[in-house]
């Protein structure tokens, strides 16, 4: 395995990542009953959907998104750095993280207790295309200069965070409870005041027209791009090479069919119905969007 990964219980991990700091993020890291946590498959949106609650959370005014990097809004559960965010957190109010770890590895404290969990997908064959363009990016991966080989990786799990069909399914096995929320990327981009409407009756968060209208627009792929504090451009070249991109890349579903051949997408079709059968297929709307 690359030195830039280290391998936890048979998943890829960026090798910034300890090893016993996983294992204390998922055997004694203390969730809240009042934490909102943001839960995704790496690309899938998340910081769009940080955006959006941290919107919310200021009825769509955009102080807070602009003066604050999204790193230190939500930290991340299972990095050293978010934990120590998390930790030392000394105002009242909910605290606000993200996580893009598989089921097995999330804290245990937070399935006995009554904290919210918003957990995004996006159709697979648009996150393997953004982690591809992403992989070239962000330095703490390994740049796969070859789709096909991004894409036989991604299909065998081989990827950092492991197999997208494993997270999804773990994860979705907590979709009748009610603090567990699901979203879709491509829901959110064809109707995203629906969602905001969602995502605030989810968080019984009660905001006006005019203010759910300023989050939709403070929260549009354009303003983000923009948005120092969102578009990671302030992150070190030694963690990004902003010379080969951003991670605030296209922002549209369906770009899959600009990477994949016609043979590519029948095998991908054909996984996806093998390990996807069990699952009502209403779950993953992306065609219909
Ligand atoms: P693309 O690479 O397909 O453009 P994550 O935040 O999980 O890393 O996901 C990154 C993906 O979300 C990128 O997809 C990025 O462009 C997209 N994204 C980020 N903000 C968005 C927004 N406001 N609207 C639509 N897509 C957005």
Request: aromatic fraction near 14%; include cysteine; glycine fraction near 4%.
């Amino acid at each position: 395995m690359s030195s830039k990964y280290v391998n936890f219980e048979g998943i890829k991990f960026p090798s910034v990542y300890n090893v016993e700091w996983l294992k204390f993020c998922r055997d004694e890291f203390v969730v809240k009953n009042d934490d909102v946590i943001v839960v995704t498959y790496p690309k899938s949106g998340t910081n769009w959907i940080i955006e959006i609650l941290s919107l919310i959370h200021c009825k769509g005014d955009n102080t807070w998104v602009q003066s604050t990097p999204i790193w230190e809004r939500f930290p991340w559960i299972e990095t050293e750095t978010g934990r120590h965010l998390l930790c030392t957190k000394e105002e009242n109010g909910p605290r606000f993280c993200t996580s893009h770890l598989p089921i097995q590895f999330f804290p245990k404290s937070y399935f006995h207790s009554k904290a919210k969990i918003i957990y995004v997908m996006r159709n697979p064959r648009d996150v393997v295309v953004s982690l591809y363009h992403f992989s070239k990016v962000l330095k703490l991966l390994e740049p796969t200069d070859n789709f096909s080989k991004m894409l036989e990786m991604f299909s065998q799990g081989n990827v950092i965070y492991g197999c997208w069909f494993d997270h999804i399914c773990g994860w979705l096995s907590l979709r009748e409870n009610d603090n567990f929320l699901i979203l879709t990327y491509e829901e959110l981009l064809h109707d995203m005041r629906r969602n905001v409407d969602k995502i605030c009756h989810f968080l019984g968060t009660k905001l006006k027209e005019e203010e759910i209208d300023l989050v939709i627009k403070n929260a549009s792929f354009s303003v983000m791009k923009d948005n120092k504090m969102s578009n990671h451009s302030i992150l070190p070249d030694y963690i990004m090479d902003h010379s080969q991109g951003s991670i605030m890349r296209k922002g549209i579903s369906g770009d899959w069919k600009n990477h994949f051949t016609v043979a590519q997408s029948e095998a991908f079709d054909n996984l996806f119905q093998e390990r996807m059968t069990e699952l009502d297929q209403r779950l993953f709307p992306w065609d219909q969007c």
